[in-house]
Structure formats: structure tokens, C-alpha cells
């Protein structure tokens, strides 16, 4: 497993808790806001743990996707908030 595919596993994961994508295994979406945000996290630690060692393109990739998620979870979040 490249360094770009594990990135995409777990950015994958923080989709279908986000409810933005089926879960895989029952086809349905649902949100847990709570497991995105530590999908999130997770994501943003390794950004900072390979700081000065990733590629440009890895580079760009976990930034672009962490944010991506992050406004994706604030949307939901201020969603949740409203109702």
C-alpha cells in the first residue's frame, strides 16, 4: 500500500461517516459526526508527522483532502446545529 492509498482509505471512511458516500458493507448513509472528526484528526497528525517528507503530490494530496473534509464536517455540524 502506497502512502497516497492509505490516505484515500481513511479520507474514504471519514466520507461514509460523514454520510456523504454508502457505507460499503450495508449500503446505506448515516453520520457519526464524532468518527469523522477522529478520521479527521488522524489525517491532520500524519500531515504533521511526515511534515518535510512527503512528495508535492502527496503534499497536495492530504491537504487538499483534509480540507475537503474538514468543510465537509463543518457542514454537517452547523447542519446538526440548526435543526
Given at each position: ?14 466520507y461514509?461517516?460523514l ?6 458493507f ?22 504533521e ?5 512527503l ?6 494530496l ?15 455540524q452547523?447542519?446538526?446545529v440548526?435543526?
Amino acid at each position: 500500500m502506497t502512502f497516497e492509498e492509505f490516505i484515500l482509505s481513511v479520507a474514504g471512511g471519514a466520507y461514509v461517516q460523514l454520510g456523504i458516500v454508502e457505507d460499503p458493507f450495508d449500503n446505506t448513509k448515516k453520520i457519526d459526526l464524532d468518527m469523522a472528526k477522529a478520521s479527521i484528526e488522524l489525517l491532520e497528525m500524519l500531515k504533521e508527522k511526515t511534515k518535510n517528507n512527503l512528495t508535492k503530490d502527496e503534499q497536495d494530496l492530504i491537504d487538499s483532502i483534509i480540507y475537503d473534509l474538514n468543510e465537509k464536517y463543518n457542514e454537517k455540524q452547523n447542519k446538526q446545529v440548526r435543526q
